[in-house]
Structure formats: C-alpha cells, structure tokens
C-alpha cells in the first residue's frame, strides 16, 4: 500500500486535483439532481513530451488514478454508492491547467437505495471525508496554484 507521503509526491509530480459537480439526471420528466460527480485529473510526468513517451507513460497514470479510486472513495458505504469509470486512454485539456494534458478518472455519487432519489441539503455535507482525504494525499482542488 502507498504511504500518504508517497500519494503527496505523486499529486504533486501529476499535478493532480479533484473537482465535484452536481448529477443530473431526467426522471418522470422532471430534471433532478440525483448525487455527485467527483472529477479527479493527473497530468503526465514533465519527463513525457511526447506522444511516445504519454503512450508509455499511460498505463502508470491510469493505475495510480484506479489505485486512487479504491483508497478514498468507499465501496461500503451506508447511504451512498461511488462507482469509478474506467479511465479512458484520451487527453482532457481544461482551461484551469492552461490546457495540460490531463488524464481523468470520473466517481460518481448517489443514493445506495434508490438511484433517483434527490439530493437533500445535508447530503453534500457527507462529501467531506472524501474531499479530506483527497487533500490529505496531497491533491488540489480544481488546479495547481490556485487556493483549495
């Protein structure tokens, strides 16, 4: 298992951050919110430049973001559910990172019992041992440089 030291070595080597947006979805035509969508993004290492190198450099990326998945978001939740999306083998370039290229990994937060159910107002509340474990192992919220 990776140390929290190493975990802040790695955020900050990949520049990772996180950002969390309310799930929409449609339900008996209503639009509802119905959870949470934690976006979690990791640059590739300065040592990458090039489309060989991100090539090699992917599969270390992709399995340290999954590994990342599985060590903060819990898979035996009470009220909720966090289930991961596979992480594609596509760039993202966001306009917070000066358009790096960025790997990104998706969880998605909702009610355990009954997908469609809206949220409440304490229910973000509940996001924050999740957000504090992120920053913890040394990720920023939205980008590197700006205050989280």
């Not at 993004?41 to 599969?59: M, Y």
């Not at 999954?66 to 596509?90: H, I, K, N, S, Y």
């Not at 949220?119 to 474990?133: E, F, S, T, W």
């Amino acid at each position: 298992m990776t140390s929290d030291q190493a975990w802040q070595d790695w955020a900050r080597t990949h520049k990772a951050c996180w950002e969390v947006q309310p799930l929409f979805e449609q339900h008996e035509g209503r639009r509802l919110q119905v959870g949470f969508e934690f976006n979690v993004f990791a640059q590739f290492p300065a040592s990458a430049s090039g489309p060989d190198q991100r090539k090699e450099a992917f599969p270390e990326v992709r399995a340290k973001l999954e590994e990342l998945a599985e060590r903060v978001f819990p898979t035996e939740a009470t009220v909720a559910r966090f289930e991961a999306d596979p992480v594609q083998a596509a760039v993202r370039l966001r306009p917070e990172t000066e358009f790096a290229l960025e790997l990104q990994l998706t969880v998605r937060v909702f009610h355990k019992a009954d997908y469609f159910q809206e949220i409440a107002d304490g229910d973000q509340k509940r996001l924050a041992p999740v957000v504090g474990r992120l920053k913890e192992l040394g990720l920023k919220a939205k980008a590197w440089g700006r205050a989280s």
